[in-house]
Structures are given as C-alpha cells and as structure tokens.
C-alpha cells in the first residue's frame, strides 16, 4: 500500500519509519535504515526486535507523540520526533542526525546533554502566564543540568506589567534555584542594583551575554560588595555566566549561572545560555503583558462595583469579589435602597474574562440601576435588561464588533423590611440560599428565564418569599459552586454544608466561611457573593390609615398624623408633613378611587409618606401660567422633600415623598415653577 510513496520517502534526507499499532515496522526509508543500521528484513518486525537503543525503541513502540528527544543509535546522535496518525492507526517518526553537535562540545554525551536541556526549555518554561513561576522555571530547567545555582531579576516596572523602561538598574530578585540551601547568595526578594563596572550590568547595557570564568579574579563583580563576594568565593562558587532577558529589543531583566561543582564556564556555554534566556524572555515578556492586562481590568472591574454599600434598615449585608486565576470576567453585584424603606439585590455574570467583559458589566449595572429608580417589579426590570442587550447586540453586529454581550445572567431581588416579602426573578442565574434564623439552608425554587439577550420576549416569572427577621438571602455567582472536574450538584451541596456552619455568624463572616470552604484554590470563574441579613421595621416605626373617599376626611387624617409625629419626637417636621400629605391624600381623592390609604413610615434619618389608590394614572409636572388658580401643589411637595415618585402595584399605585429628619426647611419656594396633576 505504501510503494506509490517509495520515491518520495527514499528522497527524504531525514528518516523516516511508519509503523503500526501494534509497534510493528511497516515501512523504512534509506536514511533511517543507514541512521539505524537496520537489517534488510527489518519491515513486518516489532521494533523491540531491531537491537536498537532501548530507550529508542520502547518510544517507537508507544507510539508517543514526541518532539526532538535526543538518543544515541552508534556513534550517531539522533533528533527523534513521533506523530500519532489516528486512533490505533499506528505512528510515524522522523530522524535527524545530530552529531554535529559534537563538534561544538568536543563530546556526544554533551551535546546530547545540551540538546536535551533546549527541548526541555521549550516545555517547561512558560506552562504559566505568572512571572514568577516562569522565572522558577527557568532556573529548575538550568540547575543541575547547566548550572549549579541560577538566579533571576526582573526589572521593577516589568514585576508591575508595565513597559521595560531601557537599561534600569534598579531590579528584584525573582526566583532561586541550586544544588544547596546554604548559598551566600541573596535570596529571592530582595532589590537588587548593580554598579556600572559589575559584569551584570554591563551584560543589561550591551545586550550580550557576560562570561566570567574565574569570579576570584574578576575586580568588577568583588567591587559591587567585597564581602558579599568573599563569602561566595569561599563557598566556591567560582565562574558564572549573566544573561540580559530580551523582548522585542527592550529589557525585562536578567538571569545568572553559576558553578561550583561543575567545570568553570566556558564559551561554549554562551550559546546554550544564551538560548535559555531567549526562551524565557518571550514567555516573561507574554506573561508581563498579561499581567498588565488583567491589572486594568481588575483596576475597572473593582471601580464598576460598589465600592461601600448603604447602611440600611431593612438588610446587613456582606459581599465579596474575586477575579479568576486566568482573568477578571464580568461577575458583579449591587445593593440598591428602594422607596420605602425597601432594597434591591441584584448579582449578574456576563460571560467572558477581559476589558470587554468588565466594560459590559459596568454597562448592565447601571441599566440595573436605572431601571431600579423607576421602581420597576423584578419581572419587568428583568425583561427590559433583555431588550437592552438585545439592542446592544444588534448595534455591535451592525458596526462589526464580535464581542456581543450575549450570556449575561442576572438575578434581581427586592426585600420589604415591612412585610418581609421578598420578590425574586432570575435569568439564567443560579438561584439563592437561604438561611432560616434555625440555621436551615435550602435553595427556594425561583423560575428561571433563559439568559439576557437570548430570551426572545419570553415572558419573566416571579417568585416571593416571606423572610423572617435575621434569616439570611445568599445569592452568588456560578463560579462558587461550578468548578472543572465538579458538577453544580456537588457545589450546592458544599454551600449547604459551609452555610450550616455559619449559624450565627454576621454576613461578613458567612462570606469568609463561605469562600474558605468552596475554594481552597483561585476558582477558574469569577465569583461576586452577596449575604444580606433580613431586619423587619418595629411596628411602631408604622402607621397607617384608611382615607374615606371624601375630602372632609383630610382635616381628621392630618390632626391625627401630627399627633404620631409628636409621639416619634418629630413635631418639627408636623407643618412640612401637614403640607405633603394633605396634598397627596386631597389628590388622591380628586383625582385617584378607592381603596385610599396613608401610610408614614421613620426609618433612620429619613421620614416617608405614602398614598396609595386604585388608579394607575401618574402625575406629572408641568408649567403653569401666573393666572392659574392651581397647579402648584405637586410642586410644594417636590420641594419640601428630599425626593419623590410613583410606584406601580397590582392594585394601583402609591405616591410617595421622603423627608431628610437631619435637614432644615424646605428652602426658598419663591420663583415656583407652576405644578399640577
């Protein structure tokens, strides 16, 4: 089946050998054959069978993928590469003849030595793109095999992910390696600054490696700091070998080698080490990069979320964010105080790691927030948060942007310290846990939507639950409890088991516990975590009554609000309340239908009248003229309050006013912009 292939096989200067499976010898070229010294009846027979190195033979066997792993067949040192070809189809492998090599060190054992110690650079430099581990790497791959001690600087703008700044002296040891402990070395760590006569610094300002085969001898590295040097001398340490570490031209730093044990360095070794640091260099350089990057957006990601949240009557809240080990994503959360002593809770995930995923996440949030002050129902909010990515999509696709926002998950939240009712809707999020004052733990079961900006108009649904006071509401993101190798089962029932040893615990210990126990490790996602601890209002923060459909009624509801004010110790704000609720209730029964209620409401500085009525119909300001009799009433109460609006309920609406308890009077009300229903 192969013999169309024979002209070109043979033709090849490198050899080549296909085999089966089984390990088998299909086919030889003459250059593997002569390379090999293999028989001319080697076809057809188990290459175990062929008398060849056994190392050589039992790869050729395996049918390993291998790059460039170096044997000796003879007195020929061989480059040996290995490509599977399909599922048990069997392999095929090139040979290159490598002897060369001896020629540059005088001995097949050392080139093959430093042959080795090249390839074994290009896979173990570089696995991580952490500065730190690569430079560990890079003195693991030297020492014992080219050195017997080797030690990395960075530059210090480099450790930060910024941009090399040219020849700078000032550096930090980055990483150690050596055949003992007890070197006078100095450690990893320390800052280090080499004078200009030292070998080190000139290496960094020519760009070339520095050879110094007797350090006892050499005035330039002695003078830097004699005693230093001594001691190192007399733990004989005697030759070393400094390296700059380059990237497109600039420095990120350097590397040296050195020797007790072994013989003193030589040119020859320049070579070697010189392409050890060019390997590690890139992968710094990489790494370095990287680093920027994933600082800035760190730096964007923390200046998105809220950096301290409102101290509220209705919640205590604890939270935590950490970026993933490969990159900051688009996790974040939100606490948003409502009219009405309420509060929103809101944990979002927008798929993706990156600048683009953190600028996503600062766009959602603050469409969350916007459509949070109109006191949307978590439901509705949810849906236009849908159609907002969906427009957003559909701009990036018209202009040619790839990076869509499609992914993002939100679960929205809104507590009434009130009643204690919480209404909860979520797209394409994890659900909540939920503590019980008791310490049980359960996951309510919330509806969920399909993910943001891939619903399709489908219609959100609502779940409530009635939360006694000190429970606990943990919403989180998925990288808390999905994890490679463990499925979101195991993760929930991990949660359950951290959460039901948190019994007591405020909710910024729950979010350390919680976090201890679920990851040991960095977590390969993102994770935003949020604990609020329910409060309910004591009863006699409230009042509440019933408004007859008759304007007679206003008289008797204000006398009786001021006398609750007196009781509360607020007389002072009596004459600004009067003036609000008299015109929120009158219009209210001009304009509204029945049921009317009025409710007042002290929590912490703030003081809050609510109106509630039948109708949907909104107010509104407008402009009236000097000769209008009416029309201002709106107005006085936009003034005399600290805000004001409407919220939507199944009944009808409320309209409610908030008054600062620590400010003054209104203000001046001359110069009035005309108001009216």
Not at 121 to 127: D, K, L, M, N, V
Not at 199 to 210: E, F, H, K, L, N
Not at 268 to 290: F, H, K, Q, T
Not at 567 to 579: D, P, Q, R, V
Request: charged content about 25%.
């Amino acid at each position: 089946m192969y013999e169309h292939h024979d002209a070109v096989l043979h033709a090849v200067r490198e050899g080549v050998i296909i085999l089966d499976g089984g390990g088998r010898l299909l086919l030889v070229n003459d250059e593997a054959r002569r390379l090999l010294a293999l028989p001319p009846e080697a076809e057809g027979r188990p290459v175990t069978e062929l008398g060849l190195n056994p190392a050589l033979a039992e790869l050729l066997g395996s049918g390993r993928a291998a790059t460039d792993k170096v044997f000796l067949a003879g007195d020929i040192l061989l480059a040996v590469s290995v490509r599977p070809v399909g599922l048990q189809a069997g392999s095929v492998a090139t040979l290159r003849d490598t002897t060369e090599l001896r020629a540059l060190a005088g001995r097949a054992d050392v080139a093959g030595g430093r042959l080795q110690l090249l390839y074994e650079a290009s896979t173990r430099i570089g696995t991580t793109l952490d500065m730190k581990r690569t430079a560990e790497e890079l003195t693991e791959v030297a020492v014992p095999r080219f050195a017997d001690f080797a030690t990395v600087e960075l530059v210090e703008p480099v450790l930060e992910g910024g941009e090399p700044t040219g020849a700078n002296m000032e550096m930090r040891r980055i990483a150690t390696a050596g055949i003992r402990d007890d070197v006078p070395l100095y450690p990893a760590g320390r800052r280090m600054h080499y004078a200009p006569g030292n070998p080190v610094a000139i290496g960094m300002t020519t760009g070339r490696p520095v050879l110094v085969a007797d350090l006892a001898m050499a005035d330039g590295w002695r003078v830097q700091n004699p005693e230093r040097a001594q001691k190192v001398i007399e733990f004989g340490i005697h030759s070393m070998i400094s390296v700059p570490l380059q990237a497109r031209g600039q420095l990120l730093g350097v590397v040296e080698f050195w020797r007790s044990e072994q013989a003193p360095f030589e040119q020859d070794d320049l070579s070697p080490a010189e392409e050890l640091a060019a390997r590690a260099a890139v992968c710094i350089d990489n790494a370095r990069r990287y680093t920027r990057e994933h600082t800035t957006a760190v730096t964007l990601q923390r200046s998105l979320l809220p950096g301290t949240l409102p101290e509220l009557s209705a919640l205590q809240v604890g939270h935590r964010y950490l970026p993933a080990q490969a990159g900051v994503g688009g996790d974040w959360y939100d606490v948003i105080p409502l009219p009405g002593a309420r509060v929103a809770l809101v944990v979002g995930d927008v798929v993706g790691h990156g600048l683009h995923a953190a600028a996503t996440m600062g766009r959602l949030r603050t469409a969350v927030h916007n459509f949070a002050a109109l006191d949307l129902p978590p439901d509705e909010l949810l849906a236009h948060l849908d159609d907002l990515i969906t427009r957003i999509d559909e701009d990036a696709a018209a202009e040619g942007d790839t990076e869509a926002v499609t992914g993002a998950t939100c679960l929205y939240a809104v507590y009434d310290p009130v009643s204690g009712q919480c209404v909860l809707a979520r797209a394409g999020h994890p659900g909540p846990a939920l503590v019980s004052p008791d310490g049980c733990v359960t996951f309510p079961d919330i509806p969920v939507a399909p993910p943001l900006g891939v619903g399709g108009g489908l219609p959100v649904e609502t779940a409530v639950l009635r939360l006694a006071a000190d429970s606990r509401l943990v919403l989180y993101t998925d990288g808390l409890v999905e994890a490679r190798g463990r499925d979101i089962d195991t993760g929930l029932g991990m949660l359950r088991e951290a959460l039901a040893h948190t019994d007591g615990a405020n909710p910024d210990d729950t979010c350390r516990a919680v976090l201890d126990a679920m990851l040991r490790t960095r977590s390969s996602d993102d994770v935003a975590l949020l604990v609020a601890r329910t409060r309910l209002l004591d009863p006699e923060q409230i009042e509440e009554w019933e408004v007859p459909d008759d304007p007679a009624a206003v008289s008797r509801i204000r006398a009786e609000a001021t006398r609750r004010l007196e009781s509360w110790g607020l007389g002072g704000t009596a004459f600004t309340t009067e003036l609000i609720l008299s015109e929120l209730v009158t219009n209210a029964i001009r304009y509204g239908a029945s049921p009317i209620s009025l409710r007042l409401l002290r929590d912490r500085d703030s003081l809050i009248c609510e109106v509630a009525d039948g109708t949907s119909t909104s107010p509104h300001l407008r402009r009236a003229a000097f000769t209008d009799e009416g029309g201002r009433g709106l107005f006085l109460v936009a003034q005399m309050s600290r805000r004001w609006g409407t919220r939507y309920t199944d009944r009808g609406k409320i309209i409610w006013a908030e008054q600062a308890l620590d400010a003054g009077a209104a203000g001046d009300l001359s110069g009035l912009l005309m108001a009216d229903l």
